[in-house]
């Protein structure tokens, strides 16, 4: 079910945040919001735009921008979105359990206490090593840059004349683009740090999940 209204009112959000005549803090209620709508398509736009808290246009860079304008189309057009679930077993479940053992066995033969993050550590690497392994290879489609989240440049054609989809142009001060880059690049490795060392050290909480049914989500948008 499409919800033009609620559509309109979110890509006139976006564009006026392009303009610099909103802020990334609008942004920040809004996957509640629509988690309530019955448009799917809202839901999506709303958790994939690639804004930064206390950013404004100006921080985002070329690729960013243009992911934006695809959403904008997604929304503007007639084109629709659906979630499909679905749960699998595979081996990282009993071996994440072989491991959680594992840290339990050395619980109770050594007892609790800070060297525990010591004798973690092999289990850690051991479980880093699991989720790489585990986590399937996506399927890289020729010219997703350009096209996500849209499947083809067919789809896309499809949702430009449908919308009459006129695309803006990327306007960012240059003084912006490598400074925002690095700036990201920065704290992304800060970040994939701190899991590292939490994984490395703690490795019991990421086994629980690991023991699980794994869930996995496919997202289609589709044309129209």
């Not at 206390?54 to 659906?82: C, G, M, P």
């Not at 350009?146 to 440049?153: A, K, N, Q």
Request: net charge negative; hydrophobic share 45%; charged share 20%.
């Amino acid at each position: 079910m499409i919800d033009r209204e609620k559509r309109n009112q979110l890509a006139s959000l976006i564009r006026q945040y392009l303009n610099g005549q909103a802020e990334s803090a609008d942004f920040e209620e809004l996957p509640f919001e629509y988690y309530k709508s019955d448009d799917p398509a809202l839901i999506f736009v709303a958790d994939e735009l690639p804004i930064q808290p206390e950013n404004d246009a100006n921080a985002l860079t070329k690729q960013e921008w243009d992911y934006i304008q695809r959403l904008l189309l997604l929304l503007e057009s007639n084109s629709t979105v659906s979630y499909q679930y679905s749960s699998d077993r595979s081996w990282t479940q009993p071996a994440a359990a072989v491991l959680l053992f594992t840290c339990l066995f050395i619980v109770l033969l050594t007892g609790f206490s800070w060297h525990l993050f010591l004798y973690f550590i092999p289990v850690g690497l051991a479980t880093i090593l699991l989720l790489f392994l585990g986590e399937p290879v996506p399927e890289v489609r020729p010219f997703d840059h350009i096209v996500t989240p849209f499947h083809s440049i067919a789809d896309l054609g499809i949702a430009y004349d449908s919308a009459n989809f006129v695309k803006q142009r990327y306007t960012a001060p240059s003084k912006y683009r490598n400074n925002s880059f690095f700036l990201r690049f920065l704290g992304a490795d800060v970040s994939i740090l701190f899991v590292f060392l939490f994984l490395i050290c703690m490795p019991p909480f990421a086994l629980i999940f690991l023991c699980f049914l794994d869930s996995d989500c496919e997202i289609k948008v589709q044309p129209a």
